[in-house]
């Protein structure tokens, strides 16, 4: 199937701990997101690549990592765990410059931090 | 700055009628606009689009409504059936491109 995966669906752990996110998309797409979903549903991007090059980063704490290997894959590694980034996270990919090429979701990670 | 809003944060219709979700947006100068379908424990997914240069965009039991004088867009399901319950997000790219700016989200709940 073409899509966008990521793993893990569900991730628990203590607070000050460090966790990965990876994600991979076959589209072919040379652009990829990470996206946060608070608990009222809103969105907001956190990172954006494009050819394994980082082009946006939205005021994200440095303890967010992301690293693309290549430009089917985009990962988020987290450091140092807090309460306030327990949030369902979403990998997205596009293709950029495509006039009609709207955003391809991931099921999401969801993560919950105590 | 760039803000896309919706009027109602939840809409419960009964099965078999029409629901219309509200977006509102903030810049003038938008010229894409993007409806997403996001459905309980999975990503959003695309719905339809509609860029400036026109007013009314159909899909399969979907219409999109651009109104650009008050900077207001809709979506239009006719028929609601069950599966359409999930949350509904408008979206425009930001000023100068390279991200999406997604609305509120409407919780779009269907009585059978």
């Known amino acids: 199937d073409t899509a966008v995966s990521q793993t893990p669906k569900y991730l628990v752990t203590q607070m000050g701990n460090d966790k990965s996110i990876k994600c991979e998309q076959n589209l072919g797409h040379d652009t990829m997101y990470w996206y946060k979903q608070d608990s009222k549903k809103f969105l907001k991007i956190m990172f954006s690549?494009?050819?394994?090059?980082?082009?946006i980063n939205e005021t994200v704490p440095n303890r967010f990592s992301p690293k693309s290997p290549d430009k089917a894959h985009l990962n988020l590694h987290i450091n140092s765990l807090e309460l306030g980034d327990s949030a369902v996270y979403f990998c997205?990919?596009?293709?950029?410059?495509?006039?009609?090429?709207?955003?391809?979701f991931g099921n999401g990670t969801r993560l919950t931090v105590t | 700055g760039e803000s896309v809003g919706l009027h109602l944060p939840t809409l419960s219709v009964q099965e078999g009628d029409n629901s219309i979700i509200n977006c509102a947006y903030s810049n003038s100068a938008s010229d894409y606009f993007i409806w997403y379908k996001q459905e309980s424990g999975k990503g959003p997914q695309f719905i339809i689009d509609i860029r400036s240069n026109m007013d009314k965009r159909q899909g399969q039991r979907v219409t999109v409504l651009l109104n650009k004088t008050v900077k207001h867009l809709s979506l239009q399901i006719a028929a609601t059936q069950p599966g359409d319950s999930a949350v509904y997000f408008c979206a425009e790219p930001s000023v100068g491109g390279g991200k999406l700016i997604f609305g509120q989200g409407t919780e779009l709940s269907v009585k059978p």
């Open positions: 690549y494009n050819n394994k090059e980082l082009i």
């Open positions: 997205a990919s596009s293709q950029m410059g495509q006039v009609n090429s709207p955003l391809h």
